[in-house]
Nanobody
Framework: QVQLVESGGGLVQPGGSLRLSCAAS????????MAWYRQAPGKQREIVAQ???????DYVDSVKGRFTISRDNAKNTVFLQMNSLKPEDTAVYYC??????????????WGQGTQVTVSS
């Protein structure tokens, strides 16, 4: 019943910017923790950033100072602003939400992913 849908990916040149969005729909009462992950070709999925409700963000070292995670709790949406993009940022980006859903339990849901390609 709960669905997370990412958007905003695409092709960008090194040094450029993109803003990813992830909106949760369905029976969503609240979302406690929201996070962004990414998976590059041939590599394991890694966490990029996370943000708890009204909390402080955490980032993987490789994106600190370049990426910003934020959220709009009223819209059950999380964003990832990506600046100064590098080719090594190329990956499929996934959002993950700890959702208080129709079961009245917090459960983790994954989005389908959105492709980010950084290339000249």
């Amino acid at each position: 019943q709960v669905q997370l849908v990412e958007s905003g990916g695409g092709l960008v040149q090194p040094g450029g910017s993109l803003r990813l969005s992830c909106a949760a729909s369905g029976t969503v009462f609240s979302i406690r923790l929201m996070a962004w992950y990414r998976q590059a070709p041939g590599k394991q999925r890694e966490i990029v950033a996370q943000l708890a409700t009204d909390g402080s963000p955490d980032y993987v070292d490789s994106v600190k100072g370049r990426f910003t995670i934020s959220r709009d709790n009223a819209k059950n949406t999380v964003f990832l602003q990506m600046n100064s993009l590098k080719p090594e940022d190329t990956a499929v980006y996934y959002c993950n939400g700890e959702v208080l859903d129709y079961t009245n339990r917090f459960r983790f849901y994954w989005g389908q992913g959105t492709q980010v390609t950084v290339s000249s």
